[in-house]
């Protein structure tokens, strides 16, 4: 397959490794697991790969630390639990990595830092200027200070815009499961593991279960939307079993293992990365099927075409593009507020003076948002 071809190739790989992966079946770490996983990216760097661990378990280390057995339900205690945690998991990273010859360094994220382009940029030169020092970036959402309005909500989505973040050549998303089956698993002995996604359509989404793990915050789903974000920024998406022994290895050999997300073949720009991964989605526009043809073509997205919109959002926000069936297009940056934009859905630019006051159309763009804002999404 080309996708797998492609494996073979990559030069910049994402690693992201889940909560379930780093543990044992009790909750508490397994330092096995864990060396296992560093001595395969170090050996990895060290055949001239360029590597980034994106990591879960800051919240099982810092319950193990504590003698904890369940996550707490209060804010200030899972952020003080996500505290200790943190220090305990990148000193056994730390320690491990050393041992193999290889630099890491902590990098603490928050959605906050993508919200600002001008953060957003810094990011990612700092990421890229570790990368070519040699060091090995281990990354985590920052927890400790974290509050939902700014959390990216779990590590992969968190990995895919790393992997956008610094234009990588594949994400390898390890989890306790072998990829995505036709069916659950756990519950249909005829579930077929399903070695390549070309497209992920709304039959694969439905495919999707919950939560994973009563430590873990992501299911499958999750992984999903990381595969959207991949494959829109040019990236291969491997979901794998991260139990399996050199998985990563194999992976980037080209074997059949997991599920692959090919990526689209054109990369997106960074400020287009900015505009589709970085900023927060405000809402969702929903086109008619000319409008959809006309995007895939270039257009910028007109009134005309706009069967209705959710959300209330303002100039400048970031939005989704759906098609009639509900398929996300492509994401922007609108040029108006969703209360004008419900008064012009579907009316062409010469209704809009009828259809607005003075001071609605002042300095009123014709482009709900300019091809140059947009950004596809299949």
């Given at each position: 397959?080309?996708?797998?071809?492609?494996?073979?190739?990559?030069?910049?790989?994402?690693?992201?490794?889940?909560?379930?992966?780093?543990?044992?079946?009790?909750?508490?770490?397994?330092?096995?697991?864990?060396?296992?996983?560093?001595?395969?990216?170090?050996?990895?760097?060290?055949?001239?790969?360029?590597?980034?661990?994106?990591?879960?378990g800051a919240m099982a280390a810092?319950?193990?630390?504590?003698?904890?057995?369940?996550?707490?339900?209060?804010?200030?205690?899972?952020?003080?639990?996500?505290?200790?945690?943190?220090?305990?998991?990148?000193?056994?990273?730390?320690?491990?990595f050393a041992e193999y010859g290889?630099?890491?360094?902590?990098?603490?994220?928050?959605?906050?830092?993508?919200?600002?382009?001008?953060?957003?940029?810094?990011?990612?030169?700092?990421?890229?200027?570790?990368?070519?020092?040699?060091?090995?970036?281990?990354?985590?959402?920052?927890?400790?200070?974290?509050?939902?309005?700014?959390?990216?909500?779990?590590?992969?989505?968190?990995?895919?815009?790393?992997?956008?973040?610094?234009?990588?050549?594949?994400?390898?998303?390890?989890?306790?499961?072998?990829?995505?089956?036709?069916?659950?698993?756990?519950?249909?002995?005829?579930?077929?593991?399903?070695?390549?996604?070309?497209?992920?359509?709304?039959?694969?989404?439905?495919?999707?279960?919950?939560?994973?793990?009563?430590?873990?915050?992501?299911?499958?789903?999750?992984?999903?939307?990381?595969?959207?974000?991949?494959?829109?920024?040019?990236?291969?998406?491997?979901?794998?079993?991260?139990?399996?022994?050199?998985?990563?290895?194999?992976?980037?050999?080209?074997?059949?293992?997991?599920?692959?997300?090919?990526?689209?073949?054109?990369?997106?720009?960074?400020?287009?990365?900015?505009?589709?991964?970085?900023?927060?989605?405000?809402?969702?526009?929903?086109?008619?099927?000319?409008?959809?043809?006309?995007?895939?073509?270039?257009?910028?997205?007109?009134?005309?075409?706009?069967?209705?919109?959710?959300?209330?959002?303002?100039?400048?926000?970031?939005?989704?593009?759906?098609?009639?069936?509900?398929?996300?297009?492509?994401?922007?940056?609108?040029?108006?507020?969703?209360?004008?934009?419900?008064?012009?859905?579907?009316?062409?630019?010469?209704?809009?003076?009828?259809?607005?006051?003075?001071?609605?159309?002042?300095?009123?763009?014709?482009?709900?948002?300019?091809?140059?804002?947009?950004?596809?999404?299949?």
């Open positions: 397959m080309i996708a797998r071809e492609r494996l073979k190739e990559a030069k910049r790989i994402v690693v992201k490794v889940g909560t379930s992966s780093l543990t044992h079946s009790t909750g508490r770490l397994s330092y096995e697991n864990i060396e296992r996983l560093v001595r395969q990216i170090a050996d990895l760097q060290n055949a001239g790969k360029e590597m980034i661990l994106v990591t879960s810092g319950l193990g630390r504590m003698n904890m057995t369940e996550k707490p339900a209060e804010l200030p205690r899972k952020q003080a639990l996500a505290a200790v945690g943190q220090g305990v998991l990148m000193h056994i990273y730390e320690r491990f290889q630099t890491a360094a902590q990098v603490l994220l928050t959605r906050e830092n993508s919200l600002r382009h001008s953060q957003y940029t810094h990011s990612r030169n700092a990421l890229l200027a570790l990368i070519q020092m040699g060091v090995i970036p281990v990354i985590n959402e920052n927890d400790a200070v974290a509050v939902d309005e700014f959390k990216i909500g779990d590590n992969d989505t968190l990995s895919a815009v790393v992997a956008a973040l610094v234009d990588a050549d594949a994400l390898i998303i390890l989890s306790d499961i072998e990829g995505v089956y036709t069916a659950n698993p756990n519950t249909n002995p005829k579930a077929k593991l399903m070695s390549e996604i070309k497209e992920i359509t709304p039959e694969i989404e439905a495919l999707a279960g919950g939560a994973g793990t009563k430590l873990g915050t992501g299911g499958m789903m999750t992984k999903i939307e990381a595969a959207k974000i991949a494959g829109g920024a040019g990236i291969t998406l491997v979901i794998a079993p991260g139990a399996r022994q050199q998985v990563l290895r194999q992976v980037l050999e080209g074997e059949e293992i997991g599920t692959v997300f090919p990526a689209k073949e054109e990369h997106l720009r960074v400020r287009k990365g900015w505009l589709a991964f970085g900023k927060r989605l405000s809402g969702d526009i929903t086109v008619d099927k000319g409008c959809e043809a006309a995007l895939s073509r270039g257009s910028s997205l007109l009134a005309a075409g706009v069967t209705s919109c959710e959300g209330d959002f303002e100039a400048g926000s970031s939005v989704r593009v759906l098609s009639v069936d509900g398929r996300e297009i492509a994401r922007g940056q609108v040029s108006y507020g969703s209360e004008i934009l419900r008064k012009l859905a579907g009316h062409r630019s010469e209704d809009f003076k009828a259809l607005l006051t003075d001071t609605d159309i002042k300095d009123l763009p014709e482009e709900v948002i300019h091809r140059d804002n947009l950004v596809l999404m299949v």
